[in-house]
C-alpha cells in the first residue's frame, strides 16, 4: 500500500472518529426529560395531572409527565428519579414540575435538592425570582412565596463550568461554583456567599449519599440512583475535601469567633450572621454563612476536635 493510501485512510479513519463522537455529544446535548418515577416519598404527597387543580394522593412508583405537579405538605418529602438519572428531592411545602421538550425544572415554592448526572447537557431550574441554568451538577433551590425570595446554592464542581444564576427578568446573572449559594430577593440578586460544606452534609438530609462516608448511605438505594450518586459524588468530594482543609488550616491561627467577627465587619465582610438568616427559613434546605456568628461558632467549635494540620 502507498503512503498516499495509508494517509487516506487515516483520514477517513479520524473523519469516523470524529463524526462518532460529535454524534455522541449530541445524544448527551439532547438528552431529555421525559418522565418521573415517584422513588420515595414520606407523609402527604400529592399529585396533579397537566397543570389541572385537582390534587390525588401519589403513591411509590408513580410516573409524572411533563406539567404534572408535585405537592409536598408539611413534615413530607418526595424524591422523583427521571429517566435519565436525574435525581430530585424535594422538601416540605413544595410544588415542583418539570416542562415538555426541554431540561428545565420548576419550582412554585418550597425546596429541591437536584442531582443531575454530568453530560446529560444543559438544565435550567425556574422560581418566581430566578432562572438557573446548569451543565449537570448537584444544587440546592427554595423559593418563600410570602418573602419573593429565592435561594440558589451549589454542591459541586463541574467540569464544564459553574452554574448561573439570572434574575427572573434576565437583567443581571451571577456564577455560582462549589461551596457559594445567593440569594435573590424582591428582584434583587444579594451578594455570593460562601456556606459551610461539612455542616451542610451534616444537618441536611436531602444531601445523603453525597457527602463523605457516606456510602453505606448509597448502597440502600437502587442500581439507577447509585448510578447517579456516585457519578455526582465524584464531582461534590473535591470541594469538600478542598473546604476541609482551609478550615482545618484556619485553625492554626487560633482565633477566637467572638473576636473575629467585629475584624469581618471592620473589613466591610460582617452584615450580621442572623440578618442573613433571617431572610433563609430553616427549613428542609437551609445554609450557614462562613462570615455568620453561626458560622463562626461553628468553626470554633470545629477547631477543638479537629487538630490544626502541620
Given at each position: 500500500?502507498?503512503?498516499?493510501?495509508?494517509?487516506?485512510?487515516?483520514?477517513?479513519?479520524?473523519?469516523?472518529?470524529?463524526?462518532?463522537?460529535?454524534?455522541?455529544?449530541?445524544?448527551?446535548?439532547?438528552?431529555?426529560?421525559?418522565?418521573?418515577?415517584?422513588?420515595?416519598?414520606?407523609?402527604?404527597?400529592?399529585?396533579?395531572?397537566?397543570?389541572?387543580?385537582?390534587?390525588?394522593?401519589?403513591?411509590?412508583?408513580?410516573?409524572?409527565?411533563?406539567?404534572?405537579?408535585?405537592?409536598?405538605?408539611?413534615?413530607?418529602?418526595?424524591?422523583?428519579?427521571?429517566?435519565?438519572?436525574?435525581?430530585?428531592?424535594?422538601?416540605?411545602?413544595?410544588?415542583?414540575?418539570?416542562?415538555?421538550?426541554?431540561?428545565?425544572?420548576?419550582?412554585?415554592?418550597?425546596?429541591?435538592?437536584?442531582?443531575?448526572?454530568?453530560?446529560?447537557?444543559?438544565?435550567?431550574?425556574?422560581?418566581?425570582?430566578?432562572?438557573?441554568?446548569?451543565?449537570?451538577?448537584?444544587?440546592?433551590?427554595?423559593?418563600?412565596?410570602?418573602?419573593?425570595?429565592?435561594?440558589?446554592?451549589?454542591?459541586?464542581?463541574?467540569?464544564?463550568?459553574?452554574?448561573?444564576?439570572?434574575?427572573?427578568?434576565?437583567?443581571?446573572?451571577?456564577?455560582?461554583?462549589?461551596?457559594?449559594?445567593?440569594?435573590i430577593i424582591n428582584g434583587v440578586i444579594g451578594l455570593v456567599e460562601h456556606f459551610?460544606?461539612?455542616?451542610?452534609?451534616?444537618?441536611?438530609?436531602?444531601?445523603?449519599?453525597?457527602?463523605?462516608?457516606?456510602?453505606?448511605?448509597?448502597?440502600?438505594?437502587?442500581?439507577?440512583?447509585?448510578?447517579?450518586?456516585?457519578?455526582?459524588?465524584?464531582?461534590?468530594?473535591?470541594?469538600?475535601?478542598?473546604?476541609?482543609?482551609?478550615?482545618?488550616?484556619?485553625?492554626?491561627?487560633?482565633?477566637?469567633?467572638?473576636?473575629?467577627?467585629?475584624?469581618?465587619?471592620?473589613?466591610?465582610?460582617?452584615?450580621?450572621?442572623?440578618?442573613?438568616?433571617?431572610?433563609?427559613?430553616?427549613?428542609?434546605?437551609?445554609?450557614?454563612?462562613?462570615?455568620?456568628?453561626?458560622?463562626?461558632?461553628?468553626?470554633?467549635?470545629?477547631?477543638?476536635?479537629?487538630?490544626?494540620?502541620?
Open positions: 500500500m502507498s503512503i498516499k493510501n495509508i494517509l487516506s485512510l487515516q483520514y477517513k479513519l479520524v473523519t469516523i472518529l470524529l463524526l462518532a463522537s460529535l454524534g455522541s455529544n449530541s445524544v448527551l446535548a439532547q438528552s431529555v426529560l421525559k418522565r418521573a418515577e415517584v422513588y420515595k416519598l414520606r407523609n402527604q404527597v400529592d399529585l396533579s395531572r397537566q397543570n389541572r387543580p385537582v390534587w390525588n394522593r401519589a403513591k411509590l412508583g408513580d410516573n409524572l409527565a411533563p406539567q404534572d405537579a408535585l405537592r409536598t405538605g408539611a413534615n413530607s418529602r418526595a424524591e422523583l428519579l427521571f429517566n435519565e438519572g436525574t435525581l430530585v428531592r424535594t422538601g416540605a411545602g413544595t410544588i415542583f414540575r418539570f416542562a415538555p421538550g426541554k431540561r428545565s425544572f420548576e419550582l412554585d415554592s418550597g425546596s429541591a435538592l437536584i442531582i443531575i448526572r454530568p453530560g446529560q447537557g444543559e438544565s435550567s431550574i425556574i422560581t418566581p425570582e430566578a432562572k438557573v441554568v446548569s451543565q449537570g451538577t448537584a444544587l440546592f433551590i427554595q423559593h418563600d412565596p410570602q418573602r419573593n425570595s429565592s435561594l440558589i446554592g451549589v454542591l459541586t464542581s463541574s467540569t464544564v463550568g459553574p452554574v448561573r444564576v439570572s434574575s427572573a427578568n434576565g437583567e443581571v446573572t451571577i456564577e455560582l461554583s462549589a461551596g457559594e449559594f445567593v440569594a459551610i460544606l461539612p455542616m451542610f452534609y451534616e444537618n441536611i438530609e436531602l444531601a445523603a449519599g453525597l457527602g463523605a462516608g457516606q456510602e453505606n448511605l448509597i448502597a440502600k438505594e437502587s442500581a439507577e440512583v447509585q448510578k447517579t450518586l456516585n457519578l455526582v459524588r465524584l464531582e461534590a468530594l473535591e470541594p469538600l475535601k478542598n473546604q476541609s482543609a482551609w478550615l482545618k488550616g484556619f485553625c492554626r491561627f487560633n482565633i477566637n469567633p467572638e473576636q473575629l467577627s467585629p475584624l469581618l465587619q471592620w473589613l466591610g465582610l460582617g452584615v450580621p450572621g442572623e440578618q442573613i438568616l433571617l431572610k433563609l427559613p430553616e427549613t428542609d434546605l437551609f445554609v450557614t454563612p462562613m462570615r455568620s456568628l453561626t458560622g463562626l461558632a461553628w468553626l470554633g467549635s470545629y477547631c477543638q476536635v479537629q487538630p490544626p494540620s502541620e
